[in-house]
């Protein structure tokens, strides 16, 4: 028996804020989905489907499939059945001196991956080199172990298998470097983007996840935008860099098969100068049968997005509409009172910080805002800068990790402000009770 479980996923967020003056309340364990409008959907899978005896009694007990529910796969915290998954760090998971407090990861960090019980009981499944996105297909999770090279942070995906109901930690299996872009349940196969060296892009491969030897490399030097109904959406790098620096993208869809098609491929003329990075899609979403877009480039000593053009092109293909141009590089797309409607500076499924000071979302393509965490959950405390970073909902359950730091003049370069570390603290919120609980804590000794 397969079930559907709605779910919204969300990235991290940074920003700087007041510290945090949360409350110790107890929040309830029960994972549950608040929202009936949300739309972003997850995955279920069957661990057996053992078929009824004919022999059977009426003593016997009737099998029944037995399916877990896979909830904001692909994120830092993920729900797999009642469980939740994530990794835990510590004093030594990340460097203690960074500008503008983005504190790089430390390679060698021994993390803990914590499953958390309904119960709110915690288990360590694994102590590994290890950080980051969760990914679960039928009995296998997938991490991301980090390795340091030449200046350069790079990821092996690993992954560990379950059996007899227990994640068998003694042989970890590895996919290659790179990073997952996303998985297809029902066809068995991954998305995997292997890394390039020198480069930004990434080959695209297709995997199958029962026989991973199985790889298809679907482009080379990819930019991976997006999938959905068993097509996979990407752009392919311009090579001419003066092209590209003036706006000229190409934007390309495969299906499985290797069927593919170049849907949008504009001209070098969105700006008149040639200067930082190549022309790239900002913002990619779906809706209601058209691929809306924005893309531009990236420049300045502070790699700042340059405006760009808001797209519009059919799914089918079609000419390309520009429906805003010198904007912002993202934006959200829903319907409301049945007119179609563009809000620049906010994402589907990502959480933004209100001229109140809470976080909110948009949940869906009905523009549904949902407030994540609220400005009361805060005090007025200007001494300490305040990071929120890796906001996850699950269900009524906000993830959010909070992240004080000091200001260090000697290390600051110019606009761009120097921090010391001090202390992180992570929190699950319940946005129906407002209850917020702290799961742990790490500071400097």
């Known amino acids: 028996m397969k079930k559907r479980l709605l779910c919204v996923s969300l990235c991290g967020m940074i920003l700087f804020l007041s510290a945090c003056g949360s409350t110790e309340a107890e929040t309830e364990k029960t994972v549950k989905t608040s929202y009936e409008k949300q739309q972003k959907t997850s995955d279920t899978l069957s661990e057996t489907d053992e078929p009824e005896s004919e022999s059977q009694t009426e003593k016997e007990t009737e099998k029944t499939v037995k399916s877990l529910e896979i909830v904001n796969n692909g994120k830092t915290v993920v729900q797999y059945g009642s469980d939740m998954y994530y990794w835990k760090y510590n004093n030594g998971s990340f460097e203690h001196q960074a500008l503008l407090a983005n504190y790089n990861p430390v390679s060698t960090a021994q993390n803990q991956l914590i499953c958390r019980k309904e ?8 102590t590994d080199c290890a950080m980051g996105d969760l990914y679960f297909l039928d009995n296998r999770m997938y991490f991301e172990s980090l390795s340091f090279t030449e200046y350069t942070y790079s990821t092996e995906v690993k992954w ?22 996303d998985v297809d349940k029902e ?21 199958n ?18 999938y959905e109904n068993e097509v996979i959406y990407y752009q392919k790098e311009t090579e001419d860099i003066k092209n590209a620096q003036s706006g000229e993208i190409s934007m390309w869809s495969s299906d499985l098969h290797l069927n593919k098609t170049e849907f949008v491929h504009t001209n070098p003329d969105l700006y008149d100068f040639q200067d930082g990075g190549k022309a790239e899609v900002q913002c990619f979403q779906i809706f209601d049968g058209n691929i809306y877009f924005s893309y531009g480039n990236i420049a300045g000593t502070g790699n700042f997005y340059q405006g760009g053009n808001i797209c519009k092109v059919p799914v089918d293909g079609g000419s390309c509409e520009v429906l805003a141009s010198r ?6 797309v829903y319907r409301q009172n049945g007119e179609v409607k563009i809000e620049q500076t906010k994402k589907l499924s990502e959480p933004y910080r209100d001229e109140a000071g809470n976080y909110c979302m948009y949940v869906d393509e009905a523009g549904t805002l949902v407030t994540l965490i609220s400005a009361n959950d805060y005090t007025n405390d200007t001494t300490a800068a305040v990071r929120i970073k890796d906001i996850e909902l699950i269900g009524n359950q906000v993830f959010y990790k909070i992240v004080y730091s000091t200001y260090n003049a000697e290390i600051s370069k110019g606009w761009r ?18 209850n917020v609980k702290k799961l742990y804590e790490y500071e400097l000794n």
């Not at 119960?119 to 694994?126: C, F, M, N």
């Open 119 to 126: 119960d709110g009981s915690e288990e360590i499944v694994l």
């Open 160 to 181: 560990i298998e379950r059996k007899d109901e227990k994640w068998d930690t003694s042989v970890i299996n590895s996919l290659g470097t790179g990073k997952i872009a």
């Open 187 to 207: 066809k068995k196969k991954i998305l995997f983007l292997a890394d390039v060296p020198n480069s930004k892009y990434n080959d695209l491969y297709i995997i």
């Open 209 to 226: 996840s029962e026989k991973p030897e199985e790889q298809t490399i679907v482009e080379q030097k990819i930019r991976y935008l997006a």
């Open 327 to 332: 904007a912002e590089d993202l934006f959200y």
């Open 417 to 434: 402000d120097g921090y010391d570390w001090n202390k992180t603290e992570v929190y699950i919120r319940d946005i129906d009770t407002g």
